[in-house]
């Protein structure tokens, strides 16, 4: 070495403090690139994305083969310093080198490459999969010696290094990503993948039409009652009951109806032919579940009900739609008037609104882990069924309650205590 000239080891060095730059950005490039993305490159057959894929599915043998690498190079860059800074400065040259060479190596072999690989993964990855499959297989042998060794080590603290898991996400985690996704994923694209993420949290009795408000043919009535309620009727499809909502025996729909009512002598026994058998579902069903059992059982509408077999309401395919992508038909005067905004800030809401309803109109977070209705969330609060207006708190909200009927909150007016 001492009589090798100091421009050709100068430019040694210099080659492999490039070597170690490319190491080091290599190892970064590799282990930061997007799975997710990486995956679909593959299957679009990027032959780059499937080297990088195939190094990856043994990481241990990727770092074997690049810490190899890059130890190689540092020491053989530090032994080369050496040698230059004891021909200029003498023993001194030996304390010089090593201070140079780790400023050198920090800067220039280390952090800036490892930045740039961690800002563009591909660009550094892609290439340098072709030069590591390459190295990998030449140093196969020191590679595997290495590795056994390591993963020997490994092993008596329990990890198993050939055991890569395939990275996964829960639903919370999809969520952020939904939401990180900024303009790459449109608004309303966006608020319909969260909303079906959210289906799980939601249940039919979160969304269906309670027993009370549930419009439906009671078989006991006149023919032409029946007659007149079906031609009054603006729903496509009606439960057909004996004497009580309990004892639903049938669904009604728009078009059996207008067959049923082209017959000249209409009868029960006729609108009984006409109705096909109700479909029931438990109300604590999740609404993922009970979208899928629709399709399952090609049905439309069930009736909803309790863990006794009480009707509870009804729900519908299009309810669930709903939560997905929102009202499918502009609201009635009667809905419009469910929540209304007051002069001084406050709202005018109807007891008998959904809580998930109020929230998401107005962005709030009252309950919804109990009652389903702001008169339910008022009674379970006060513990007791009011008989003149009184106010209340719910967390950050006020309530005041201002019309009582029939042992029901019927109205009641609310403001967000910021």
Same mark, same amino acid.
């Given at each position: 070495m001492n009589d090798v000239p100091l421009s050709i080891l100068s430019g040694i060095l210099f080659c492999l403090i490039l070597l170690s730059a490319f190491f080091s950005s290599s190892e970064t490039g590799m282990l930061s690139i997007n799975k997710y993305r990486l995956k679909h490159l593959v299957k679009s057959k990027n032959r780059s994305a499937i080297k990088v894929d195939t190094l990856l599915k043994r990481p241990d043998r990727l770092i074997g083969v690049i810490l190899i690498g890059n130890n190689f190079v540092n020491i053989l860059a530090s032994a080369i310093a050496t040698i230059i800074a004891v021909r200029i400065w003498g023993d001194a040259g030996v304390a010089i080198a090593t201070a140079a060479l780790t400023m050198i190596v920090l800067i220039f072999a280390e952090v800036t490459p490892k #930045?740039?690989?961690?800002? &563009?993964?591909?660009?550094?990855?892609?290439?340098?999969?072709?030069?590591? *499959? @390459?190295?990998?297989?030449?140093? +196969?042998?020191?590679?595997?010696?290495?590795?056994?060794?390591?993963? *020997? !080590? !490994?092993?008596?603290?329990?990890?198993?290094?050939?055991?890569?898991?395939?990275?996964?996400?829960?639903?919370?985690?999809?969520?952020?990503?939904?939401? $990180?996704?900024?303009? !790459?994923?449109?608004?309303?694209?966006?608020?319909?993948?969260?909303? =079906?993420?959210?289906?799980?949290?939601?249940?039919? $009795?979160?969304?269906?039409?309670?027993?009370?408000?549930?419009?439906?043919?009671?078989?006991?009535?006149?023919?032409?009652?029946? =007659?007149?309620?079906?031609?009054?009727?603006? &729903?496509?499809?009606?439960?057909? +009951?004996?004497?009580?909502?309990?004892? @639903?025996?049938? =669904?009604?729909?728009?078009?059996?109806?207008?067959?049923?009512?082209?017959?000249?002598?209409?009868?029960?026994?006729?609108?009984?032919?006409? #109705?096909?058998?109700?479909?029931? =579902?438990?109300e604590t069903t999740p609404l993922n579940t009970a979208l899928l059992n629709f399709q399952k059982d090609h049905q439309q509408m069930a009736v909803v009900v309790d863990e006794y077999g009480d009707v509870q309401g009804i729900a519908a395919m299009e309810d669930i739609l709903e939560e997905i992508v929102g009202e499918f038909t502009p609201p009635t005067q009667d809905e419009e008037e469910e929540i209304q905004t007051l002069d001084d800030g406050s709202f005018r809401i109807d007891g008998t609104t959904h809580i998930r309803e109020i929230n998401k109109a107005l962005d709030w977070h009252l309950p919804t882990d109990g009652p389903k209705t702001l008169n339910g969330l008022i009674i379970e609060t006060l513990e007791f069924i009011p008989d003149c207006p009184i106010s209340l708190r719910v967390g950050h909200y006020l309530i005041e309650i201002q019309e009582i009927e029939d042992k029901v909150v019927k109205y009641a007016k609310l403001r967000h205590k910021h």
């Open positions: #930045t740039l690989a961690a800002i &563009h993964p591909e660009r550094i990855a892609f290439p340098a999969s072709w030069i590591l *499959g @390459v190295l990998l297989k030449a140093l +196969y042998p020191l590679v595997w010696l290495v590795n056994g060794l390591s993963n *020997g !080590l !490994l092993r008596l603290i329990g990890v198993k290094a050939s055991h890569n898991e395939q990275d996964t996400l829960n639903t919370e985690e999809l969520r952020t990503v939904v939401n $990180e996704a900024g303009g !790459l994923i449109p608004a309303a694209h966006q608020e319909m993948l969260i909303s =079906i993420l959210d289906l799980e949290k939601v249940s039919v $009795e979160d969304i269906m039409i309670p027993r009370n408000e549930v419009v439906g043919i009671d078989i006991e009535d006149s023919i032409e009652e029946i =007659i007149v309620q079906i031609c009054d009727s603006r &729903h496509t499809r009606m439960p057909v +009951y004996n004497g009580e909502i309990n004892k @639903v025996i049938g =669904i009604l729909h728009a078009r059996h109806a207008a067959v049923f009512l082209r017959d000249e002598n209409p009868t029960k026994a006729a609108l009984l032919k006409a #109705t096909v058998e109700p479909y029931f =579902i438990p």
